[in-house]
């Protein structure tokens, strides 16, 4: 009765001591991670947004031009690979 009690309350007192500042560091970090993300990553994709479609065109174009063809000539080339499974 006296080790059940005991146990009972050393886990309250250390889930006490380890809970509440652990919580509290894990709002604190999860708060300046959203600040971080609202006032310099969301303005940089849209600055971003805004400034890419000249290259984006340009890696499209390159995009179709030499990795398309290669592409394809690699799927031709192994359409006609078949696969023969045989129990020994």
């Given at each position: 009765?006296?080790?059940e009690a005991t146990r009972l309350w050393c886990y309250r007192g250390v889930s006490?001591?380890?809970a509440v500042p652990l919580s509290l560091l894990?709002?604190?970090l999860f708060a300046c991670l959203s600040c971080v993300h609202i006032w310099c990553v969301m303005p940089c994709v849209q600055?971003?947004?805004v400034s890419m479609p000249p290259?984006?065109?340009l890696w499209s174009?390159?995009?179709e031009v030499l990795v398309?063809?290669?592409c394809a000539s690699v799927g031709r080339c192994c359409s006609n690979v078949y696969?023969?499974?045989a129990k020994d």
């Open positions: 009765m006296l080790f006490l001591l380890c894990a709002g604190f600055l971003c947004t290259l984006r065109s174009s390159l995009l398309a063809p290669l696969l023969r499974l």
